[in-house]
């Protein structure tokens, strides 16, 4: 079963950042919490991943709070390529949970 | 960036006949792979984790005689669903995990196998 809970969908203006929040409160100490995102009929493409500490690449930022029950993926200029289903997972089985659909509108 | 090819992209098949699915990590090495199914607007179900050189794992409500996989090197793993149905169609899903990053090191899925089972 999955270990993470996200907003069904969420809706973004292009240009604007998308703010997109998971909670995995049953988290352990030590497991990582990695984030892909899914275009239709297409395979999950892997975007960030973090423990504690927040992470930037050049896809996204990842938030995560002090107490690690959460996280926030942040797309800071979103395109209307950034459309699509978007997952936070933990590794303990690596279970998908239902993602958030970001919508974003010109 | 780690790369995962998974074929064929889309197969039709007779019910009653049996399908093979390869995974292959191209540039990287991957001790664990996993397979997961994905039914139309859901979102991706494991259904087991294969480890190089042993059997797979599987999730509870999938038939390990139905669905064989085989993960007998460490750049290849394969599912094969045999004497298929319609409810089986679906689309498969693979995924690798890079051993060099070690425990921490994200999953990478391949693109994924559309089966049709007339």
């Known amino acids: 079963d999955a270990k993470t809970t996200q907003p069904p969908s969420m809706d973004c203006a292009e240009g604007r950042a998308a703010n997109l929040p998971c909670n995995h409160s049953t988290i352990s100490g030590n497991e990582y919490v990695y984030w892909y995102r899914q275009i239709h009929s297409q395979g999950p493409q892997y975007i960030i991943h973090g423990l504690k500490n927040n992470e930037t690449n050049e896809m996204a930022s990842l938030i995560i709070t002090e107490d690690r029950k959460s996280s926030t993926l942040i797309l800071p200029h979103a395109t209307l390529r950034d459309t699509a289903v978007y997952y936070c997972?933990?590794?303990?089985?690596?279970?998908f949970g239902s993602g958030t659909k970001l919508n974003v509108k010109p | 960036g780690a790369v995962v090819s998974q074929h064929p992209s889309r197969v039709i098949c007779k019910s009653g006949t049996s399908v093979k699915i390869e995974c292959r990590s191209l540039?990287?090495?991957?001790?664990?792979m996993f397979w997961y199914r994905q039914f139309p607007k859901q979102s991706l179900m494991l259904m087991a984790t294969s480890n190089e050189g042993s059997k797979a794992t599987y999730e509870q409500g999938v038939e390990k005689d139905k669905f064989l996989i085989n993960h007998a090197s460490l750049t290849l793993s394969t599912l094969t669903v045999t004497s298929a149905h319609p409810e089986d169609s679906s689309f498969y899903i693979c995924s690798a995990r890079d051993f060099r990053g070690g425990n921490n090191s994200p999953l990478h899925f391949g693109n994924g196998t559309r089966l049709t089972v007339t």
């Open positions: 997972i933990v590794p303990d089985g690596f279970y």
């Open positions: 540039d990287f090495q991957a001790t664990t």
